[in-house]
């Protein structure tokens, strides 16, 4: 059912994964410049994250596919997660170091939501299959 504890995780990921990368700055360089996630590679994946976050809540009858596309979605936000490690390892470190945003834990955050949300998921799954077992 829509009406879901995983439903609200679920949004929650979607608002960390679709609206605040483009709302909140990724890193700052030395010169000053602020990088929102602009390049094509992260917006792709911040997108196909979104996608399948949007996916996940519709699915809600369907609560296999849900927790599969949920685990995906996982795996997508820790590839997003190591090429921002790796992008801020290789940042210039001149005298005037440069910052690394906000938008840069964002992954770590819809991981979170995502993994709760599979708990959530689980857990309705164990109670239709003990409700079956009655019968």
Do not use: C
């Not at 440069?98 to 955050?109: A, D, R, W």
């Not at 995502?114 to 164990?126: C, G, M, P, V």
């Amino acid at each position: 059912m829509l009406q879901r504890i995983q439903t609200i995780y679920l949004f929650i990921a979607f608002v960390f994964s679709g609206i605040l990368p483009f709302v909140l700055p990724l890193w700052k360089d030395s010169k000053g410049e602020v990088f929102m996630a602009s390049n094509i590679l992260y917006v792709s994946l911040f997108g196909l994250s979104t996608a399948l976050t949007l996916v996940s809540i519709i699915s809600f009858k369907k609560r296999q596919n849900q927790f599969v596309m949920n685990r995906l979605n996982m795996i997508l936000n820790f590839i997003l997660l190591g090429l921002f490690v790796y992008h801020s390892l290789t940042l210039s470190g001149e005298t005037a170091v440069s910052e690394k945003g906000i938008g840069m834990f964002l992954p770590i955050v819809s991981i979170v939501f995502l993994a709760l949300a599979n708990k959530a998921i689980k857990k309705d799954e164990d109670l239709v299959k003990s409700v079956d077992r009655l019968r």
